[in-house]
């Protein structure tokens, strides 16, 4: 099963602008994690955020987490080329079944020049 | 994609066959993982190891099965009793202690086609 399910599902902006893509979940978090996936590769790791921190930063990338609403978002700003990707949440359970890592459903990304 | 490798990256059986993708790592990490992403999906996991000669179910273990007889390589077979195998099946590891708590390092992923 997925845990998370990710808004939108796709997104097209222009060089220079900003990307939001949302992540809800269903279950209680030891943390969340944001993956970036190219076309036909694996995945690349991120950023990571404990159930206990609410903002993180990396470069370009500000991501938030609202455990109240069971809700993240990732915000790239001044958005290039090169961040023409597909982008994953995955959450990290507390309870049953081992800390397995649970992807959403993922929001495609196109950057236009 | 660091250090982990996944062959072949494209593979094609007919019904009815077993087959066996390849996953190595030299990053000296604990835990493995497998994992199957249909188109326009996200990554479901189909088994896990976190320490040589143990492995685990994930979410879609019907019809697969893994070994972990050393650290550095976790092969899956695709066997025929898996219904709808064709998919992109991508391996990641990560250090352990902390488990899956931790990052996920991904290979590059194997395209499985059944025709």
């Known amino acids: 099963s997925q845990q998370g399910e990710e808004d939108p599902q796709a997104l097209s902006i222009q060089e220079g602008e900003n990307a939001t893509m949302n992540c809800s979940y269903k279950?209680?978090?030891?943390?969340l994690q944001w993956y970036r996936q190219n076309s036909g590769r694996g995945l690349v790791h991120l950023i990571l955020i404990r159930s206990n921190e609410r903002e993180k930063h990396s470069g370009r990338l500000r991501v938030t987490l609202d455990t109240s609403k069971k809700s993240s978002s990732l915000l790239i700003t001044a958005s290039r080329a090169a961040d023409t990707a597909s982008y994953f949440c995955?959450?990290?359970?507390?309870?049953?079944?081992?800390?397995?890592?649970?992807f959403g459903t993922g929001t495609q990304l196109k950057v236009e020049l | 994609d660091g250090g982990i490798t996944q062959s072949p990256k494209y593979l094609f059986r007919k019904e009815g066959q077993n087959v066996t993708l390849s996953c190595e790592q030299n990053l000296n990490h604990d835990a493995m993982y497998w994992y199957r992403q249909d188109p326009g999906q996200g990554l479901r996991l189909i088994y896990y190891?976190?320490?040589?000669?143990?492995?685990q179910k994930g979410d879609i273990a019907e019809g697969y099965s893994v070994s972990r007889e050393k650290k550095e390589s976790f092969p899956l077979t695709v066997t025929s009793a898996q219904k709808n195998p064709t998919a992109f099946y991508l391996c990641?590891?990560?250090?352990?202690?902390?488990?899956?708590?931790?990052?996920?390092?991904f290979g590059p992923g194997t395209r499985l086609t059944v025709l």
């Open positions: 190891s976190q320490i040589v000669n143990d492995f």
């Open positions: 279950t209680s978090i030891n943390n």
């Open positions: 995955a959450t990290v359970g507390l309870t049953g079944g081992g800390n397995k890592l649970t």
């Open positions: 990641a590891t990560n250090p352990g202690g902390a488990g899956f708590t931790d990052t996920q390092y």
